[in-house]
């Protein structure tokens, strides 16, 4: 176990006989910062934002094994078979069968609790893969092409009664440049004995002197039974019932502003009419991406992404990604631009050799007897509990603890939601297998020039205490209606010009009220080119020089 003990960042006090010093809660470990710039991986985010940014070097994780049972023996569950045919290759355990292409690694089928196949029933290819989105040397911008990441070889890694590991690998050469991304790809599948699910992770590797490219986007998806799964679930407060695919379709839907963005004017479902569909009303923060799925009510079938860890994610804590959306789709999201622009594509020069290991994540199937009263939550109960969550959190005096940190070199940042600023330790931390390491009390002095004379806002990199409208009555997600995050509903930015059709806001200091008068995203107006939000200050008995500090987020950056 690698251990931090006593790490306390204290706030300045205001003076020597202030009261106790507050307490730093928002951690991060990462790599050198030209590293840190250059490729923006994420290692592992802990519960109140505690990161880590990986090394390069490519390692898998460990799996756990079957629950022991009160003996200390292995539970009683069959061994785990492995039936390779011609154009496909099984893993059965007993609870699950999982079905994948041979040699392409694509999922083409999951039999479940008497299901034969919880995937969709379309093209075999298009149920379960791997995908990425990438541009060929000399492009720039976010947009690229897709590729399936389809395997040309096969191989058992691993076959024994109580795992099964199987690789579908792809491997580049020079006849295929500027058709192909040029990485060599090696998607694995692991089945443990006893275990209601299977893992996937992918090895990523660009060898040096091959041609340059950016990556922009990286994933797993999953698309299910549209005759099963019609209840979604992100968060304790995010899950419903969801709209068919059909609903998004010209005859039944109206486009909006883009193209995942549809009213739904004819529904097979009466009670979705007039909704909007949207999946990125469905984004969340990498620090609350744990758990997300669909849920089946006839039988009780619940089927889940599950994020054991977050080392591989890109983006930091408060990075937004995709999870489930209309489909029925369920979604791992390794890298992704979406909310950040150019900014986070990954960028591979010509003679830069790169490794990295994406996931594992974990694919859930829960079950409950027919006659269970509320399945819908307790399926989703069950899936909380499983042993995904991999953060922690500073307690009130300071203290945290982190585990299973990966060996390396380490910087160790921090921030407190409140305060602008980040805190950086001057010296590496280094991780060795086995080892505890105390870096012990740290202080942290924001930066300040001078006392404060204003404030709008609170500098917590989040827009929630500022004005957020309802959403024009015409497009409404009934989900997000008196909810926490009715920020997410779609066309907010458009209600910008209702609420000042005639001309910018104008924020008067020490008069307005920023929940109510300061509007939250600033937007492009639609009255003239050059229109700006303005602020006006009363005048002040001090005179001098001054510092104005902005803090930002980029939730409508898509």
């Known amino acids: 176990m690698t251990s931090f003990h006593n790490i306390i960042i204290r706030l300045p006090r205001a003076n020597p006989n202030s009261g106790p010093t507050n307490i730093f809660h928002v951690l991060s470990l990462s790599k050198s910062p030209t590293w840190l710039l250059k490729k923006f991986s994420l290692v592992m985010v802990m519960t109140i934002m505690i990161l880590f940014i990986t090394t390069t070097e490519s390692r898998h994780h460990k799996l756990d094994k079957a629950v022991p049972g009160d003996d200390n023996k292995p539970v009683s569950f069959p061994a785990v078979q492995l039936r390779i045919q011609d154009q496909y290759v099984g893993m059965d355990n007993g609870i ?20 034969d196949n919880v995937l969709a029933l379309n093209d075999e290819a298009d149920r379960g893969y791997w995908d990425l989105v990438w541009i060929g040397n000399g492009s720039k911008g976010k947009k690229g092409s897709l590729d ?149 009510a006839n039988p009780p079938i619940g089927f889940w992404q599950i994020t054991p860890s977050y080392e591989f994610r890109s983006g930091g804590p408060l990075k937004q990604c995709l999870t489930s959306h209309v489909g029925p789709t369920t979604l791992a999201i390794f890298h992704s631009t979406h909310y950040s622009g150019e900014d986070l594509i990954l960028q591979f020069g010509p003679s830069e050799p790169w490794k990295k290991v994406y996931g594992p994540v974990f694919i859930y199937l829960n079950s409950l007897l027919e006659e269970e009263p509320d399945p819908l939550q307790l399926l989703w109960e069950d899936a909380k509990k499983q042993d995904y969550q991999f953060w922690t959190r500073a307690d009130e005096n300071g203290y945290f603890c982190i585990n299973n940190i990966r060996a390396g070199d380490y910087n160790l940042y921090a921030w407190v939601p409140g305060f602008i600023g980040d805190y950086r330790y001057d010296y590496l931390v280094t991780i060795i297998p086995g080892s505890e390491v105390d870096v012990g009390d740290l202080v942290y002095e924001p930066p300040r020039n001078g006392p404060t004379l204003w404030e709008i806002g609170i500098p917590d990199r989040s827009a929630a205490e500022f004005y957020v409208p309802d959403p024009n009555p015409n497009y409404v997600n009934k989900l997000y209606v008196n909810h926490p995050q009715k920020f997410r509903q779609y066309g907010l930015w458009e209600r910008y010009a209702d609420l000042y059709p005639d001309g910018d806001l104008v924020y008067t200091i020490g008069v307005g009220n920023y929940s109510k008068d300061w509007f939250f995203v600033q937007v492009t107006s639609s009255i003239q080119c050059g229109a700006k939000t303005q602020y006006r200050s009363r005048p002040h008995e001090r005179r001098g020089a001054g510092s104005l500090l902005f803090g930002k987020c980029t939730q409508y950056l898509l």
Do not use: C
């Open 96 to 115: 699950l069968e999982v079905t994948l292409s041979k040699p392409g690694g694509s999922v083409t089928g999951i039999r479940y609790n008497g299901v």
């Open 148 to 296: 399936r990441l389809e395997g040309t070889d096969f191989k058992v890694i691993v076959e024994n009664e109580e795992q099964i590991e199987l690789s579908f690998t792809r491997t580049w050469n020079f006849s295929l440049e500027g058709k192909m991304v040029p990485l060599n790809v090696d998607k694995r599948f692991i089945m443990l004995r006893g275990s209601s699910g299977f893992y996937s992770y992918g090895i990523y590797e660009h060898l040096n002197g091959w041609p340059a490219f950016n990556l922009t986007n990286t994933r797993i998806a999953f698309k299910l039974r549209e005759d099963k799964f019609h209840y979604m679930a992100i968060s304790d407060n995010r899950q419903r019932y969801m709209p068919l695919p059909e609903d998004r379709k010209p005859e039944r839907g109206q486009a909006l502003a883009y193209p995942e963005a549809v009213r739904l004017v004819d529904p097979v479902e009466p009670e979705f009419k007039g909704e909007v569909d949207d999946k990125y009303e469905y984004s969340t923060e990498n620090k609350d991406n744990r758990v997300h799925g669909w849920i089946s």
